[in-house]
């Protein structure tokens, strides 16, 4: 049954994958009315009416499309999410630092340098073996662990010769001694829904790079730091990353916008809907069942 | 909606693309495991997904 309060809603989105064909089943369900828009088909001039939504669910795979097409949305009176502020934030790694770091959220140390000169100084600094990630990008692409400073060197080589002004910044970030293992939480409208380890034989643990997904205990500590995470980036929907350091405490990796999450939902079998949650949560807007007693019960 | 198996436009092997397929949609060649974008559903047609650029990620 529809909602009479139900925003008239489109979802934005290039590629239907996993994610998007559940959130249209789950609009389907409550009989949600959606647009479907393809990204490739978006084009808005200055002076068009308004598009016919309240809101667009922005689920476009490429960090840059989604940016404009939020810009675009927002300024015609749409709610996007994720919004183009929380997209400038989340999708840059140095943003995401910065928006931690002012939130006194716990994350690693980090620099950003802006020739490679002073990434081999700055590397110096923090310390080998570093973490060097592009600003931009994601499933961990191009993140390597660099051991010394003839390899940053070499590498750092290789980013001089792209042809992006963005990929020849270099971020740099200690590397935590962490377990074969990472953890996921996905947070709903400010609510952490459940959390999930990440688990592989390299040390990147992103699911796109083959990394296995289980079920984890969504603790108070897990669920306030990702909490306060998504606000501070913005993120209305978003899949906080942290990493365990040797001593037990938890550091906040980044803050992804375009959350995937059929890993998590594969780890969780039905105990957790996560489409069905932005739904209610997201496009309805509803809070009711989803107090901390709740989580603490779907997280467990 | 046409859901008869499908030929992989990568190596002719057969894509089952079952009958809740939606435009857009990506799906996976069982045989030679190419990404394949659905571009049309009446009648179905699949192409192969685009590649992967810079800033696509989650």
């Given at each position: 049954?529809?909602?009479?309060?139900?925003?008239?809603?489109?979802?934005?989105?290039?590629?239907?994958?996993?994610?998007?064909?559940?959130?249209?089943?789950?609009?389907?369900?409550?009989?949600?009315?959606?647009?479907?828009?393809?990204?490739?088909?978006?084009?808005?001039?200055?002076?068009?009416?308004?598009?016919?939504?309240?809101?667009?669910?922005?689920?476009?795979?490429?960090?840059?499309?989604?940016?404009?097409?939020?810009?675009?949305?927002?300024?015609?009176?749409?709610?996007?999410?994720?919004?183009?502020?929380?997209?400038?934030?989340?999708?840059?790694?140095?943003?995401?630092?910065?928006?931690?770091?002012?939130?006194?959220?716990?994350?690693?140390?980090?620099?950003?340098?802006?020739?490679?000169?002073?990434?081999?100084?700055?590397?110096?600094?923090?310390?080998?073996?570093?973490?060097?990630?592009?600003?931009?990008?994601?499933?961990?692409?191009?993140?390597?662990?660099?051991?010394?400073?003839?390899?940053?060197?070499?590498?750092?080589?290789?980013?001089?010769?792209?042809?992006?002004?963005?990929?020849?910044?270099?971020?740099?970030?200690?590397?935590?001694?962490?377990?074969?293992?990472?953890?996921?939480?996905?947070?709903?409208?400010?609510?952490?829904?459940?959390?999930?380890?990440?688990?592989?034989?390299?040390?990147?643990?992103?699911?796109?790079?083959?990394?296995?997904?289980?079920?984890?205990?969504?603790?108070?500590?897990?669920?306030?730091?990702?909490?306060?995470?998504?606000?501070?980036?913005?993120?209305?929907?978003?899949?906080?990353?942290?990493?365990?350091?040797?001593?037990?405490?938890?550091?906040?990796?980044?803050?992804?916008?375009?959350?995937?999450?059929?890993?998590?939902?594969?780890?969780?079998?039905?105990?957790?809907?996560?489409?069905?949650?932005?739904?209610?949560r997201l496009v309805l807007g509803a809070d009711?069942?989803?107090?901390?007693?709740?989580?603490?019960?779907?997280?467990? | 909606?046409?859901t008869a198996t499908q030929t992989c436009p990568?190596?002719?092997?057969?894509?089952?693309?079952?009958d809740t397929v939606r435009a857009s949609e990506?799906?996976?060649?069982?045989?030679?495991?190419?990404?394949?974008?659905?571009?049309?559903?009446?009648?179905?047609?699949?192409?192969?997904?685009?590649?992967?650029?810079?800033?696509?990620?989650?």
């Open positions: 049954m529809v909602s009479s309060t139900a925003p008239r809603t489109a979802l934005l989105a290039s590629r239907t994958r996993f994610e998007e064909k559940r959130l249209l089943e789950a609009l389907d369900r409550r009989g949600i009315p959606c647009t479907a828009i393809d990204t490739r088909t978006v084009r808005h001039h200055l002076h068009d009416t308004p598009p016919p939504w309240d809101l667009v669910l922005n689920r476009e795979i490429s960090a840059t499309k989604a940016l404009y097409a939020a810009l675009t949305y927002e300024s015609a009176g749409v709610t996007v999410i994720n919004s183009a502020t929380a997209i400038e934030t989340c999708g840059d790694k140095w943003r995401t630092s910065l928006a931690l770091r002012a939130a006194g959220i716990p994350t690693p140390p980090a620099a950003l340098a802006l020739t490679a000169q002073a990434a081999e100084e700055a590397a110096e600094e923090i310390g080998y073996p570093v973490v060097l990630k592009p600003l931009v990008g994601s499933w961990g692409r191009r993140v390597a662990l660099i051991p010394d400073a003839a390899a940053l060197r070499t590498v750092l080589e290789y980013s001089e010769a792209l042809p992006s002004p963005l990929a020849k910044l270099a971020y740099l970030q200690r590397y935590v001694d962490k377990p074969d293992r990472d953890i996921r939480v996905i947070v709903v409208g400010g609510i952490p829904i459940g959390a999930m380890y990440r688990t592989s034989d390299g040390w990147r643990t992103n699911v796109a790079r083959g990394a296995t997904t289980t079920a984890c205990p969504l603790t108070d500590d897990l669920a306030k730091l990702a909490a306060t995470a998504a606000r501070e980036t913005g993120a209305d929907l978003a899949g906080v990353d942290l990493v365990e350091d040797a001593d037990g405490g938890l550091q906040v990796l980044e803050v992804n916008h375009g959350v995937e999450f059929k890993g998590f939902q594969e780890a969780h079998t039905d105990r957790i809907d996560v489409a069905e949650l932005i739904v209610e009711r069942r989803m107090d901390r007693e709740t989580v603490r019960e779907v997280g467990a | 909606m046409t990568e190596c002719d092997g057969p894509v089952d693309v079952g990506v799906i996976e060649c069982p045989e030679c495991r190419s990404e394949l974008e659905v571009v049309a559903t009446e009648p179905l047609l699949l192409a192969l997904a685009p590649e992967v650029e810079e800033d696509w990620g989650e």
